[in-house]
Structures are given as structure tokens and as C-alpha cells.
T-cell receptor
Framework: DQQVKQNSPSLSVQEGRISILNCDYT??????FLWYKKYPAEGPTFLIS?????DKNEDGRFTVFLNKSAKHLSLHIVPSQPGDSAVYFC??????????FGKGTRLHILP | DAGVIQSPRHEVTEMGQEVTLRCKPI?????LFWYRQTMMRGLELLIY????????DSGMPEDRFSAKMPNASFSTLKIQPSEPRDSAVYFC?????????????????FGPGTRLTVL
């Protein structure tokens, strides 16, 4: 049973517009959430995270929003750039060092 | 730092053969993770170690899979015998956590992965 769900396998967005990637989780014990970005033939790299005590975290063009009551988080990328084309993994963590990843969403930034 | 090093980068083998994947974590990191990525299941955790001790192996598919961490700078993931359904990209990642109950002080750093094809 998937504890972290990314229901959109892919997403296409025009360059310069906003990209919104969504993620849902089922385990209420999760208290730390992360987004990783993955290019082909490379390992995932950390992008941004948020603790459950916050509802928003911003880093440059990237903002993560957390809605605990809905068990939902989203990643906003504004403005979208060609280099943002990648697979984005949502991940969640409870106690300890174990991270549970979603299946990923492939983002295509269109010129 | 060279980052997490994995070898080989690509492995093609025949069904029934033994496969050994290798990982060298980032120096100073004490947590090591093995993941498998497939189209169907995404990125799933197989096993993780803290201070060379296996903490959670609940993601290991079956007895054909085994992992070891003989010292802080080396880990192996072995599949014996291999089957076509084991074909996937296998990632190793490392981080630092004070104990296995505490969260990493930093994020997990991933290696480039090993693409395994079992014919």
C-alpha cells in the first residue's frame, strides 16, 4: 500500500509559467516532507523540505506547501525553466532516518 | 568529496546468475540506504544501515536478496539467483544521523545508480 502518492505520472508546463506538483500521504505519523529531483542517468538530488510545524517553505523559485488536515503537499516552481524538466519525487519521513518515496512525476517544460 | 560511488554502473546478466552491486558512501556518513527504482513501483527502500548495522530490511523482496555493510566505507547488495523481474535501477544513498532513531542532520545523498538487466 502506497503511503506517499503522486497521482500524476507526468505534467507539461509552458516555460515561464507556474508548475504545480502534487503529493498525498496516508500516514499521520509523517512529520517531515521532502522533494527530490532526478535527471536521467543520475541519482535523485534533494530539492526542498518542510517540517510539519510549518505550512510553507520557500527557496528561490521553489515553494512547498503543506496541508496537514488534508494530508497533502505541493511543490510550486515559479517561473518554470527548461532545466526544471526532470522527474520529481515526493517523500515523507516519520521517526528515524527512513524516507518513503512516491512514484514520481515527470515534468516537461515546453519552450 | 566524490559523492556516493556505485559500481558497476550497468550490469547485464542471465537469469540464475549471482549479481553483486557495490556502494561506497560519503566519508563521515553513518547511514546507508539501498533503493530500487522501477516504473511500476517507483523508488522503494530495500534496506538501510546505521553504523554498519541493518536497521530495517522490510523492503527486501525475498531471500534471494541480501545486503552487507562490513565497514563504514563499503556495502554490497547481492541477488542470488537473479530473475528477469529484478531488472531495475538500484540506488545507494548515504547520510548522517546520530542514532537510527534520529533523523539525518542533512539529507540523503544518492549515487548515480546501477542499471541491472537480467535476461
Amino acid at each position: 500500500d502506497q503511503q506517499v502518492k503522486q497521482n500524476s505520472p507526468s505534467l507539461s508546463v509552458q516555460e515561464g509559467r507556474i508548475s504545480i506538483l502534487n503529493c498525498d500521504y496516508t500516514n499521520s505519523m509523517f512529520d517531515y516532507f521532502l522533494w527530490y529531483k532526478k535527471y536521467p542517468a543520475e541519482g535523485p538530488t534533494f530539492l526542498i523540505s518542510i517540517s510539519s510545524i510549518k505550512d510553507k517553505n520557500e527557496d528561490g523559485r521553489f515553494t512547498v506547501f503543506l496541508n496537514k488536515s488534508a494530508k497533502h503537499l505541493s511543490l510550486h516552481i515559479v517561473p518554470s525553466q527548461p532545466g526544471d524538466s526532470a522527474v520529481y519525487f515526493c517523500a515523507a519521513s516519520g521517526q528515524g532516518d527512513k524516507i518513503i518515496f512516491g512514484k514520481g512525476t515527470r515534468l516537461h517544460i515546453l519552450p | 568529496d566524490a559523492g556516493v560511488i556505485q559500481s558497476p554502473r550497468h550490469e547485464v546478466t542471465e537469469m540464475g546468475q549471482e549479481v553483486t552491486l557495490r556502494c561506497k558512501p560519503i566519508s563521515g556518513h553513518n547511514s546507508l540506504f539501498w533503493y530500487r527504482q522501477t516504473m511500476m513501483r517507483g523508488l522503494e527502500l530495500l534496506i538501510y544501515f546505521n553504523n554498519n548495522v541493518p536497521i530495517d530490511d522490510s523492503g527486501m523482496p525475498e531471500d534471494r536478496f541480501s545486503a552487507k555493510m562490513p565497514n563504514a566505507s563499503f556495502s554490497t547488495l547481492k541477488i542470488q539467483p537473479s530473475e528477469p523481474r529484478d531488472s531495475a535501477v538500484y540506488f545507494c544513498a548515504s547520510s548522517y544521523a546520530h542514532t537510527h532513531l534520529s533523523r539525518s542532520t542533512d539529507t540523503q545523498y544518492f549515487g548515480p545508480g546501477t542499471r541491472l538487466t537480467v535476461l
